[in-house]
């Protein structure tokens, strides 16, 4: 399995920005899906945003406009940019893989939208 590892989260007012970013232990363009969920408190997990190997983005429209998915090669990491944060968006992050019929995941980081 590929291995995952989250950074980046912390505690960020409302209307503010962070970048996520997720580190795989293979390279990431050998890799056919990645993406980000997260998961509130109490709610199920849900798909933030995923990208392909062929770079192609798949976002949730509740978070369109305001979340990036992006691919930094020079790192070898998936990353997500989020902008005008929201208290709704607090909850754990997680980067997703998928390839080979395997899904891995992170073990999450955490974001909180607070005044």
């Known amino acids: 399995q590929v291995q995952l590892v989250e950074s980046g989260g912390g505690l960020v007012q409302p209307g503010g920005s962070l970048r996520l970013s997720c580190a795989a232990s293979?390279?990431?363009?050998?890799?056919?899906?990645m993406g980000w969920y997260r998961q509130a408190p109490g709610k199920q997990r849900e798909l933030v945003a995923s990208?392909?190997?062929?770079?192609?983005?798949i976002q949730a429209d509740s978070m369109r406009g305001r979340f990036t998915i992006s691919r930094d090669t020079a790192k070898n990491t998936v990353d997500l940019q989020m902008t005008s944060l929201r208290p709704e968006d607090t909850a754990v992050y997680y980067c997703?893989?998928?390839?080979?019929?395997?899904?891995?995941w992170g073990q999450g980081t955490q974001v909180t939208v607070s005044s």
């Open positions: 990208i392909t190997s062929g770079d192609t983005p």
């Open positions: 293979e390279n990431i363009f050998s890799i056919d899906i």
């Open positions: 997703n893989a998928i390839t080979g019929g395997r899904s891995s």
